[in-house]
């Protein structure tokens, strides 16, 4: 079964300053789609990123970027310059190429202090 | 930009009602999903439907669910009798190609 793995419940970061957030998965595809997705207080999920695992260059989005480890299967997301704004819920999620559903992990709440 | 559409936004309901979520996918999206996610926990996967049939379906997805895509344009979840548990937020999508478009959630509340 596929599963994914997100191992830092809750994590905290100054404003301006850079975070790492981790997740590993568990496959035994070769082609599949990575993603982390952002939920803040309303609850909205929200697209932050998108990596293809055929793809050896990190995915990168403005101040939100991958660090995507294929043969470790780990695919964290790192924030530059945090803002306020990014305070919320960060869901690393997996699709495989079958595409019938997204399995999440079980999220990272972030805090990013003034 | 397309969007996936949800109504309502917030529904409070007495538990044994029946309880309709109401999605509108993105026009030429052929799969559509409904995720749940209790409140502190992870976003679960419930159902799949493609082709005007279920495609997958978790085994939270028992009797007391159904889905249907009545009048080609919206797509909808029925729990038949709602009960405490299924207090939660529900989150349509809808895919193309390897990318799902999540709703902004509905929000039920059985009491």
């Known amino acids: 079964a596929q599963t994914v793995t997100q191992s830092q419940p809750e994590m905290s970061v100054q404003e301006a300053e850079t975070v790492t957030l981790s997740c590993t998965y568990d496959?035994?595809?070769?082609?599949?789609?990575l993603f982390w997705y952002k939920q803040p207080p309303s609850r909205q999920m929200i697209l932050v990123i998108r990596?293809?695992?055929?793809?050896?260059q990190n995915a990168t989005e403005n101040r939100f970027s991958v660090n995507f480890q294929k043969a470790a299967k780990s695919f964290s997301l790192k924030i530059s310059d945090s803002q306020l704004g990014d305070t919320a819920m960060y869901f690393c999620?997996?699709?495989?190429?079958?595409?019938?559903?997204?399995?999440f992990g079980a999220g990272t709440r972030l805090f990013v202090k003034a | 930009e397309p969007e996936v559409t949800q109504t309502p936004s917030h529904q409070v309901t007495q538990m044994g009602q029946e309880v309709i979520l109401r999605c509108v996918p993105i026009?030429?999206?052929?799969?559509f999903y409904w995720y749940r996610q209790i409140l502190g926990q992870k976003v679960e996967f419930l159902v799949s439907?493609?082709?005007?049939?279920?495609?997958?379906k978790s085994e939270i997805f028992d009797d007391q669910f159904s889905v249907e895509r009545p009048d080609g344009s919206n797509f909808t979840l029925k729990i038949r009798s709602t009960k405490l548990e299924d207090s939660a937020m529900y989150f349509c999508?809808?895919?193309?190609?390897?990318?799902?478009?999540f709703g902004p959630g509905t929000r039920l509340t059985v009491t």
């Open positions: 999508a809808t895919r193309i190609v390897n990318e799902q478009y």
């Open positions: 496959t035994s595809e070769n082609n599949y789609y």
């Open positions: 990596q293809e695992a055929y793809k050896q």
């Open positions: 999620a997996f699709i495989d190429t079958g595409g019938f559903k997204t399995i």
């Open positions: 026009s030429n999206h052929l799969y």
């Open positions: 439907f493609y082709n005007n049939e279920i495609s997958e």
